[in-house]
């Protein structure tokens, strides 16, 4: 008695298996770990370095080789074992331009050289095809037309046929297939869809990071230029206060007490602008010689031209 427990990735097959073996009596096989052990490989270094469709061929035939030679065993299979096997099928269509050069030798030497090519082009075939994943099989035309080519070339030499040029028409594929490669197409489209997006995010975090970062160094250069264009004011303001202590220390000098007046006149007048323009004022008291401080500053700025 065989029984084969199948159920999708991480569904419990192999514990379901060997506890039913342990109850029964029986052997517990598990086809994954026989695949390893026939490769040694494991099963996701198989996928990486030979492919799917190396995978599920190997799957098959020690699939067939333990139901032939196992009598009584639990087998629990892998994930995708009932979904391939036969049910992956590539049909190639090919074209292959010959011509004869020796007569005699493709008279002679073999009774149909058509089912003779027919029969070793169908071989070469088989074989570079089944070295290449599904995906390399549809995209490497050029490489496999050109071994193919090559092969057929030196096995039709000795039957006087020329082989000039071999050309795969089409790859069709069966439905099943199609709809698995359709799947993972759309997938890959989601991981690159979903990358797409991250690095999108990011690189807008990124570029507002850099507009916050350019800002405060344009609000940075701002306060130092408004510090240096204030530093600069009163650096301005300074000098002028002191050229015109110097220029009223000179007046003092050369003009005397007329020089003072003036200068205790002209502050006085200033004094007074100011408390009138203030917003705070209300009434402003006006001394009763403003007149004559006036005319008196009048009288001594003639008296300093002179």
Known sequence: M??????YMGSGKSTVSQLLAENLKLDFIELDKEIEKKENFSISEIFAQKGEIYFRKKETLVLEETLSHTRKAIISLGGG????????????????????VEAASSVYRIEDVDSALHTSA???????????ELDALQSSRESMNS?????????AKIWGVEVTRTEITDVIIDDTTKDAQRQQLNAERQRRAAIAEAEGDKRSKELAADAELYTAQKEAEAVRVRA????YAIEIE????????????QAISENGQPA???????????????IASSENSKTVIVPTDITGVIGSIQTILETLKK
């Open 2 to 7: 065989k029984i084969a427990v199948c159920g």
């Open 81 to 100: 074992t009932p979904c391939f096997g036969n049910n992956m099928e590539v049909v190639l269509e090919a074209t292959v331009f010959y011509r004869i």
């Open 122 to 132: 169908t071989s070469i075939i088989r074989s570079a095809a089944g070295r290449l």
């Open 147 to 155: 071994e193919i080519a090559e092969n057929l070339r030196i096995a």
């Open 228 to 231: 240096e264009a204030d530093a």
């Open 238 to 249: 300074a000098k002028a206060n002191a050229e015109q202590t110097r220029l009223l220390a």
């Open 260 to 274: 003072i007046n003036f200068e205790i006149m002209k502050r006085q007048v200033e004094g007074l602008s100011q």
